[in-house]
């Protein structure tokens, strides 16, 4: 089915077929190429199995679903599974850039109120959401998965966050985009890392969060680090958070064994200003490589220094 779905138009997608498409990405798929005017894609209730993708094609794409606990796109692929058919490069299996449940290429897109789910269990990397554009917002969602669940791949492409539950063990934020993380959960659900940013020597910021809460599924889950650098430049902020007592007094880890980058110690940027809670109170036994910030550089990471020329709508 093809439509040239007008500026003024809303998709309407319902399993039931009480609406345009049964499936989100043929609604996507149903989008003008290069349209400059918004248009929303409106999900229903359900659980959508779908590898969902958002050409670079497109533009001004807003998906909002009816619910954020009962509107769910879910997907099983992860890092060394057998894919059905060799993909455009011959390769067999999937590795972690494509194992996404919901992947964005296109520009100035927002996600609202939605669950998106990588299924595929503690198998290794899994991703759920994969962000490779500019603009991007993702408000009151929920992102689960095990390790890698949200990889935010684009240097210096700015990515928000407002409001989100995002889940998962080893690295489960990792990437070299700008991303701003505001008033949002993060939930480790066992003992391991929760950033691994690879931000670019040229990128001035890498992950900020920015009034988060970090929390652990339970009682056994008392060893996590903030982050450790995947690659030497990794920049990783945290302003007015609470940390859970599964904050490990040191706060980061050097990542050391990394043949490729033996010592990223000296050019990494670790930093925290206002932490509280069990994980943030004593703030003595933190690594000596990582920064304790004065009141006065909080203006240094407000959104429009951090974003320039775009203010995300909540």
């Not at 590795?95 to 789910?117: P, Q």
Request: net charge neutral; hydrophobic share 35%; with cysteine.
């Amino acid at each position: 089915m093809s439509l040239a779905f007008a500026s003024t138009d809303q998709i309407v997608v319902d399993q039931t077929g009480n609406g345009d498409f049964k499936t989100v990405q043929e609604a996507i798929n149903a989008v003008r190429s290069f349209r400059e005017e918004p248009i929303k894609i409106w999900i229903k209730e359900g659980t959508y199995k779908e590898k969902i993708v958002i050409p670079s094609h497109l533009r001004h794409i807003i998906l909002e679903g009816e619910s954020r606990t009962n509107t769910i796109i879910t997907f099983d692929d992860y890092s060394g599974k057998v894919r059905s058919a060799p993909d455009e490069c011959g390769l067999t299996k999937f590795g972690t850039f494509n194992s996404y449940s919901f992947l964005v290429l296109a520009n100035d897109v927002t996600i609202k109120n939605m669950t998106i789910v990588n299924s595929s269990g503690p198998v290794g990397q899994a991703v759920a959401l994969h962000v490779e554009a500019d603009r991007v917002s993702v408000i009151n969602c929920t992102i689960l998965g095990n390790q890698d669940t949200l990889y935010l791949g684009k240097d210096r492409h700015r990515n928000y966050f407002y409001r989100c539950k995002i889940a998962g063990t080893t690295d489960f934020i990792f990437g070299s985009s700008t991303a701003f993380f505001e008033e949002c959960e993060i939930e480790s659900l066992r003992n391991s890392y929760i950033t691994a940013a690879s931000t670019t020597k040229e990128s001035a910021y890498g992950f900020i969060f920015y009034k988060c809460r970090l929390t652990a599924v339970g009682v056994d889950v008392n060893k996590v680090y903030l982050g450790r650098p995947w690659r030497p430049h990794a920049k990783t902020v945290f302003i007015d958070c609470f940390m859970g007592e599964h904050i490990v007094p040191a706060g980061w880890d050097p990542w050391t064994g990394d043949k490729m980058f033996p010592d990223k110690v000296p050019t990494v940027y670790y930093a925290e200003l206002g932490s509280v809670g069990p994980g943030g109170n004593d703030l003595s036994k933190r690594v000596t490589w990582s920064y304790q910030l004065p009141q006065s550089e909080q203006d240094h990471y407000a959104i429009p220094k951090v974003f320039g020329d775009w203010l995300p709508q909540k």
